[in-house]
């Protein structure tokens, strides 16, 4: 059962580029949307998150952007930087307890 | 150090033999759950706790055991594993009472091969 379709699989931009990547949901119970950053070696830990009340969340150069009508959110790296390269998952949660995560997306940013 | 403690970091056996793999958490958390990580699937769940002495199946249960008897570990166990098995396994634990919307917090992983 898909219920949490992210893209692209992988990425790889120039350093100053402005990486996208996008979360589609089918449980509209969700009501909350992290993104979670995994570098090689180590588990993933949070790096952004939105609640459904808001549209946009910015938190320095990292922007969460949220369509509750289209059931998907989406991850902005603004001015990435190499140090931006890892693998990101999103997980939409709800009340109750199976987390479904995305299949990941694989970022490279290029010096 | 606020964390969750996973051992050992690599664990290399053979198929049947029953193995455990420890998760501990020092942050008082309610919440506690194992995943599996394979290419190209991402992370899926296998079991959760929500409290001391409840646990549930997540996505892939199967081959696998939990159990939670005091609220800071959560271990995992093997009773008989097959190589279908070897995979990258991360704990986690989060902070809600009774509710997983709140951050994960990630142990930084356990590479099991089964030969």
């Known amino acids: 059962q898909q219920q949490v379709k992210q893209s692209p699989q992988s990425l790889i931009v120039q350093k100053g580029g402005i990486p996208i990547i996008n979360c589609a949901y089918e449980?509209?119970?969700?009501?909350?949307f992290p993104w979670y950053q995994q570098f090689p070696g180590k588990g993933p830990a949070l790096l952004i998150a939105?609640?459904?009340?808001?549209s946009e969340k910015k938190e320095g150069r990292f922007t969460i952007s949220f369509n509750k009508s289209a059931k998907q959110f989406s991850l902005h790296i603004m001015d990435s930087q190499p140090g931006d390269s890892a693998t990101y998952f999103c997980a939409p949660q709800t009340s109750g307890s199976r987390l479904t995560f995305g299949e990941g997306t694989q970022l490279t940013v290029n010096p | 150090e606020a964390q969750v403690t996973q051992n050992p970091r690599y664990l290399i056996t053979v198929t049947g033999k029953k193995l455990t793999v420890t998760c501990s958490q020092n942050?008082?958390?309610?919440?506690m759950s194992w995943y599996r990580q394979d290419p190209g699937l991402g992370l899926r769940q296998i079991y959760y706790?929500?409290?001391?002495?409840?646990?549930d199946k997540g996505d892939v249960p199967e081959g696998y055991k939990v159990s939670r008897k005091e609220k800071r570990n959560f271990p995992l166990i093997l009773e008989s594993p097959s190589p279908n098995q070897t995979s990258l396994y991360f704990c986690?634990?989060?902070?809600?009472?009774?509710?997983?919307?709140?951050?994960?917090?990630f142990g930084n992983g356990t590479r099991l091969t089964v030969t």
């Open positions: 706790s929500m409290n001391v002495e409840v646990t």
């Open positions: 942050m008082n958390h309610e919440y």
């Open positions: 986690a634990s989060s902070s809600e009472r009774g509710r997983p919307n709140s951050p994960l917090h």
């Open positions: 939105i609640r459904p009340d808001v």
């Open positions: 449980n509209t119970a969700f009501d909350y």
